[in-house]
């Protein structure tokens, strides 16, 4: 008989993580096939500054080689594959909490945005997205005249 460590929550989380997969909008489907396009999404932070939004995707483990990101008619895309190693496969895992397979992300952006300017670089698994303003969405001060 093997002793295991008891987690009064683990059950409870595994149910959470369970539900939050099930409501998950970020999990796109094909219209035509109704097949699935996304295994897991990245966690994604998104920031409003001044002139910019500032976008971080938690993207560990994958090359920017193997990200896509499109933005076409305002639906900024973020796309890509962690991929499965045929070496880890063989070893005997007791856990694996890790997600393979493609992600996908889309996120609407407003009118506000330039999309010409939009930039992207990937450093320590944290893809980062800036996403500028145009100039004539910025916000001006107007001055009251007495």
């Known amino acids: 008989m093997a ?12 149910l959470q993580r369970e539900m939050n997969r099930l409501f998950d909008t970020s999990r796109m489907g094909d219209e035509e ?16 500054e001044p002139a910019q939004f500032v976008i971080h995707a938690d ?6 080689k193997d990200i896509d990101i499109t933005l076409e008619n305002g639906v900024l895309t973020l796309k890509g594959q962690r991929a499965f190693n045929k070496e880890e496969e063989t070893e005997n895992y007791r ?7 493609t992600f996908l ?3 609407s952006l407003p009118d506000a945005v330039d999309a010409e300017k939009v930039a992207a ?6 893809l980062e997205l800036i ?16």
């Open 3 to 14: 002793l295991m460590r008891y987690e009064p929550f683990n059950l409870l989380n595994q």
């Open 33 to 48: 096939g109704g097949h699935l396009l996304a295994d897991w999404a990245p966690a994604v932070d998104i920031k409003e």
């Open 59 to 64: 993207v560990p483990g994958i090359e920017a």
């Open 95 to 101: 856990r694996v909490e890790r997600v393979r397979g």
């Open 105 to 107: 992300r889309r996120f």
């Open 121 to 126: 670089k990937c450093k320590d698994g944290v």
């Open 131 to 146: 996403v500028p303003k145009r100039e004539s969405a910025q916000p001006r001060r107007i001055t009251i005249e007495s």
